[in-house]
């Protein structure tokens, strides 16, 4: 993969750049996500998914936890 790669989101088909070669400039690191988070979006979907959808994820899985009770 190349150092920066525009590429599509899986989710909403909006197209970012993927800083792979540069992580730490990547859109994706603005999203703080826990391990089981990293998880429920990995088993959803494949590849990198632009920012506002792993915001929207993080909050999905987070109603499903409230939904059976895992959180307050």
Known sequence: MAEHETISCPRCNKT???R????LRCQC???TLT???RTYIAQNYSG????????????KYKSILKEK???P
Do not use: D, R
Not at 48 to 59: D, R
């Open 48 to 59: 990198c998914l632009c920012a506002s959808c792993m915001e929207e994820m993080k909050e």
């Open 16 to 18: 970012f750049e993927c």
């Open 20 to 23: 792979v070669g540069t992580i």
């Open 35 to 37: 391990e089981e988070e």
């Open 69 to 71: 009770g895992c959180l």
């Open 29 to 31: 690191q603005a999203v």
